[in-house]
């Protein structure tokens, strides 16, 4: 993808705080500490646009970026482990699925064909076979009819031979083909 403008717009945590829809939308979406700061910034070809954090659950707004005037890519928060407080972490669920009811494109939920979220990109770390917030998620995006694409985070953190045995085990956890999920490094810039 050519990038020729991405500019951060607006934190929300609810859908007054929304900027107006003008087109479609591409959310981010995993576990806390999967790295989802880091692949927007290599997919946006930014160094530093999506604030990264070693940090568990730093990003606890949903955060829209609009991309060469024509999208936005939407940074959702964490959930799982997080170092905040439960309340916080606790809030989170219901700010995301808000955000994903009333942003879902398709003929129930928005007017205009081509605004609204257009797929979710779930972000897992290939390292961990999904947990139950991974299985909710997926499973919710599905319910309601919301594409979703599956990237395996952090895979320079191993061997081919181990990528290859850990892609099929989440595939096979998560009931899809293995070919359909996609490896990424922002490291190494596998996958970008």
């Known amino acids: 993808m050519n990038v020729k403008s991405a500019e951060f717009i607006i934190s929300a945590v609810k859908p007054s705080q929304y900027p107006p829809l003008s087109g ?8 806390s500490n999967v790295g989802k700061s ?10 530093s646009l999506v ?3 070693s940090t568990p659950g730093r990003t606890q707004t949903i955060n829209f970026f609009r991309i060469n005037d024509a999208f936005f890519c939407v940074d959702l928060p964490g959930y ?35 605004q609204g979220i257009c797929a979710v990109v779930v ?23 919301v594409p979703a694409l599956v990237a395996l985070t952090k895979a320079d953190k191993l061997k081919k031979n181990k990528q290859a045995s850990q892609r099929s085990a989440i595939a096979k956890e998560l ?8 490896l990424f490094s922002a490291t190494t810039g596998e996958g970008d």
């Open 80 to 114: 799982g482990y997080a170092k905040v407080p439960k309340a916080v972490r606790k809030s989170w669920g219901p700010m995301v699925e808000t955000y994903l009811k009333i942003r879902r494109a398709g003929e129930e939920a928005m007017p205009e064909v081509g």
């Open 175 to 182: 009931s899809t083909d293995a070919s359909s999920l996609i």
């Open 24 to 31: 479609p939308e591409v959310a981010f979406a995993g576990r």
């Open 123 to 145: 972000i897992l770390d290939i390292r961990r076979i999904p947990n139950q917030g991974d299985h909710d998620l997926l499973a919710w995006l599905a319910h309601y009819k």
């Open 38 to 47: 880091s692949l927007m910034n290599t997919l946006l070809g930014r160094k």
């Open 51 to 53: 604030k990264t954090s």
